[in-house]
């Protein structure tokens, strides 16, 4: 089956825009996670969405937000792109418990400019 | 909240030496533990998981781990590593959060680099 799908691969944003990336996880998955991962800080967890609803945050700005929509593709936006937002966004996708691996896209490699 | 500790950001190895990458994760009443790896430019891979049973997991590529839960430790080891191996190695813990999902916690990752 295919795999999580995430567009675009790469983006090049000036400060001050906003951006919005796209996921499509694997099909019957319901769980879709975001990540953000710098040099710096690792692999830092943003947020979770299933059934369309945020069911975990991590500890982002508002600026960061995300939705989900019925046929489990995920969205995140964020908004007023600030330098320190360059990074590699990565989204996981899984099925309902701890036995179902999360399987990550190849990510969008987001750089502000 | 649940925090990983990889100790070393990067570990030099000659090809067909062994290696071991360490992971150390806070307590916890009952944790999940994976090893995921990162080749370049592209997104993280299972490389192998403990739930539960075993203490000793392995991938199939010649990897194994082995869950320590007095020293609340997941060392990552291969015998003999090959130059493919060269890639970033993140340990993660798991537990289960609110709403019943099981988001994990990833250690800041550890680049293993296979020289020939």
């Known amino acids: 089956k295919a795999g999580v799908t995430q567009t675009p691969r790469y983006l090049i944003k000036t400060r001050g825009q906003q951006v919005t990336l796209s996921c499509s996880p694997i099909?019957?998955?319901?769980?879709v996670s975001w990540y953000q991962q710098t040099p710096g800080q690792g692999l830092q967890f943003l947020f979770e969405?299933?059934?369309?609803?945020?069911?975990n945050k991590g500890n982002f700005p508002g600026r960061f937000s995300g939705r989900q929509f019925s046929n489990s593709r995920s969205e995140m936006n964020v908004s007023t792109l600030e330098l320190g937002d360059s990074a590699l966004y990565l989204c996981a996708s899984s099925g309902w418990s701890v036995n179902t691996e999360a399987f990550f896209g190849q990510g969008t490699r987001l750089t502000v400019v | 909240a649940q925090s990983v500790t990889q100790l070393d950001s990067q570990v030099p190895v000659f090809e067909e030496a062994p290696v071991e990458l360490r992971c150390n994760y806070s307590s916890s009443v009952s944790v999940y533990l994976f090893w995921y790896v990162q080749y370049p430019n592209q997104g993280l891979q299972l490389l192998l998981k403990y739930l539960s049973g075993s203490t000793l997991v392995k991938s199939i590529n010649g990897f194994e781990a082995e869950f320590n839960k007095s020293q609340t430790s997941f060392h990552l080891r291969k015998p003999s590593v090959h130059i493919s191996d060269t890639a970033e190695y993140f340990c993660?813990?798991?537990?289960?959060?609110?709403?019943?999902?099981?988001?994990?916690?990833f250690g800041r990752g550890t680049s293993l680099i296979v020289h020939p």
């Open positions: 993660a813990v798991s537990d289960q959060k609110s709403g019943g999902s099981y988001i994990p916690t």
């Open positions: 969405y299933f059934s369309e609803t945020q069911r």
């Open positions: 099909s019957g998955h319901r769980s």
